[in-house]
């Protein structure tokens, strides 16, 4: 089954402690992302990908890193989490290719939602 | 710099009840695409619609329409003849496709009460 996988689905952890939200996706994406949704603001787009090596900050990338060392896997990395990271987080994929083609559906994870006290 | 607003926060309709969601959209690219997502109280996302800048055709898909008006930069969704299942937070998004940036909007949760 097609699909992109997120885990854990829930965390809760505190304010300084390093964590890895994994992504992954079985279609062979070239496109990944990461977004944050909060109550009123919608969702935001934090890190994208375009391809392997490939990365570039999205609207709210402070805090956040992220890697793509290999096309299935996009994990995004909290290395000192703070309260105003709590969220809830989605990791996305589709089949773009390249500059002329960012208009595919996204497919997208169940979500973590992410708690830091 | 690009913006997707959707200025109702919250709807609650009688079930067979229309109901129409506004986005308006701000874009400064002639070659857009404007999107509809459906997140259930489920959680997931769900994508509805893709349309781009130069199609404003609008779409019937069942008891759903889409309605792209480039002169108002608007691209409202209908549903006709709600039912309880359509309860959800929709979310209109935009992109340019020479960038991988998409911006959604704020989100428009949708009560269809029996």
């Known amino acids: 089954e097609a699909q992109v996988t997120q885990n854990p689905r829930y965390l809760i952890t505190v304010t300084g402690k390093k964590l890895t939200v994994t992504c992954s996706q079985n279609m062979n994406h070239e496109y990944m992302s990461w977004y944050r949704q909060d109550p009123g603001l919608g969702l935001r787009q934090i890190y994208y990908?375009?391809?392997?090596?490939?990365?570039d900050k999205g609207d709210v990338p402070e805090g956040y890193k992220v890697s793509r060392k290999e096309k299935r896997n996009f994990p995004l990395i909290l290395e000192s989490p703070s309260p105003n990271q709590t969220s809830l987080y989605f990791c996305?994929?589709?089949?773009?290719?390249?500059?002329?083609?960012?208009?595919?559906?996204?497919?997208f994870g169940n979500g973590t939602r992410l708690t830091v006290t | 710099a690009q913006k997707v607003t959707q200025a109702q926060t919250e709807i609650s309709v009688v079930e067979k009840e229309d109901v129409t969601l506004d986005c308006v959209y701000e874009?400064?690219?002639?070659?857009?695409?404007l999107f509809w997502y459906k997140q259930p109280p489920s959680g997931e996302l769900v994508f509805l619609i893709r349309?781009?800048?130069?199609?404003?055709q609008n779409e019937i898909s069942g008891r759903y329409s889409w309605n792209f008006q480039k002169s108002t930069s608007s691209f409202n969704f209908t549903i006709t003849a709600s039912q309880v299942v359509d309860s959800a937070v929709y979310f209109c998004a935009l992109t340019s496709s020479n960038t991988g940036k998409l911006i959604f909007g704020q989100g428009t949760t949708l009560q269809v009460k029996p």
């Open positions: 996305a994929s589709s089949k773009a290719k390249g500059a002329g083609s960012y208009n595919s559906p996204l497919h």
């Open positions: 874009t400064r690219d002639t070659t857009y695409y």
């Open positions: 990908s375009m391809n392997v090596e490939v990365t």
């Open positions: 349309r781009n800048s130069f199609d404003e």
